[in-house]
């Protein structure tokens, strides 16, 4: 066998096991995760502002199941989730005074916060939480931009 042909077999071999052995130590390529953000508004946010927020979410990639969460879905969703709570702070909760918020889920091997940097710029906002949710593989994650 030329010398040639003898170098490029044995890098093949070489890169094969090395490929192999990674695999078999449990290197595997990072699966799509889901992530779901959520952009709390501010009680006095102006239709203008929702309409920033709105663009800024829709550039996300991937994005599925934009929504505005409205005040009454908002409410219903937290009698929901402290039924049976005997408590003051429960009991003073109004439609009223829930906030409207964006909901949107995206999926990325990774999180990437760039395209929700313009969101730090807009007026309007009160909180942005970005949640990984648990998974079979995985315990569920807050994410910190």
């Known amino acids: 066998m030329p010398p040639a042909l003898a170098a490029v077999v044995a890098l093949l071999v070489g890169a094969g096991g090395a ?9 595997r390529e990072v ?12 009680q006095e946010a102006t ?10 979410l829709e550039k996300l ?9 409205t005040r009454a ?15 003051d702070a429960v ?5 009223e005074s829930m906030p409207e918020s964006y909901r949107v889920t995206t999926s990325s091997r990774d999180f990437d916060c760039a ?3 313009p969101l730090t710029s807009l007026q309007g906002i009160s909180k ?7 998974t079979a593989d995985s315990p569920g994650a807050q994410i910190i931009c």
């Open 19 to 27: 490929a192999g052995g990674l695999y078999l130590a449990g290197w």
């Open 31 to 42: 699966p799509e995760q889901s992530y779901n953000v959520m952009v709390i508004l501010k």
């Open 47 to 56: 239709p203008e502002q929702k309409a920033a927020v709105k663009a800024v």
């Open 61 to 69: 990639p991937t994005p599925t199941g934009l929504h505005l969460a």
């Open 73 to 87: 879905e908002a409410y219903a969703e937290a009698k929901q989730a402290y039924a049976g709570v005997d408590s």
């Open 91 to 95: 009991d003073a909760l109004t439609e």
């Open 115 to 117: 395209p929700l940097k």
């Open 128 to 134: 942005l939480s970005i949640v990984r949710p648990n």
